[in-house]
C-alpha cells in the first residue's frame, strides 16, 4: 500500500505546498486508489503544517511549488517529494500511474542544487 499527500486548492494541485489548508489523502494499492479523502490543516506555522505532514507518514507528496526548508524536512522523514506539478488532481494522479511522475532526486532551490 502507498500513501499519497496531495496539497489541493479546488480540484487542482495548491501553488504552494507549505501554504496549502487543503490536501487529499490518498491510499493506493497495484496503482488503484483503495481510499481517498479530504482534510484541512489550518495553522499559522508553516513549521507546525510541516510536522502535521510529517506525522501522517505519507510515502510520496505531490505539489507544486515549495520551500527548501519544507523540501528538507520532508525528505529528512524519508518523504519523497514529487515538485513541480500543476494541474488538476485527477490528471497528475494519471500521470503517476502511468510511471510519468517520479521523484527525480534533484531540486533547484536559489543557487544551490538539492
Known sequence: MEFIIIPVFGNRIS???DYAEHFQLISI???RI???ESINIITNSRLERINRIIR????IIICNGLTERCYVELTKSKIKI???IQGEIDEALDKYF???LRESG???FGNKLN
Request: charged letters at 30%; zero cysteines.
Open 56 to 59: 501522517m507518514k505519507p510515502d
Open 106 to 108: 534533484q531540486h533547484k
Open 29 to 31: 494499492e497495484n496503482r
Open 98 to 100: 502511468s510511471g510519468y
Open 34 to 36: 483503495q481510499k481517498q
Open 15 to 17: 501553488p504552494r505546498l
Open 82 to 84: 514529487i515538485p513541480w
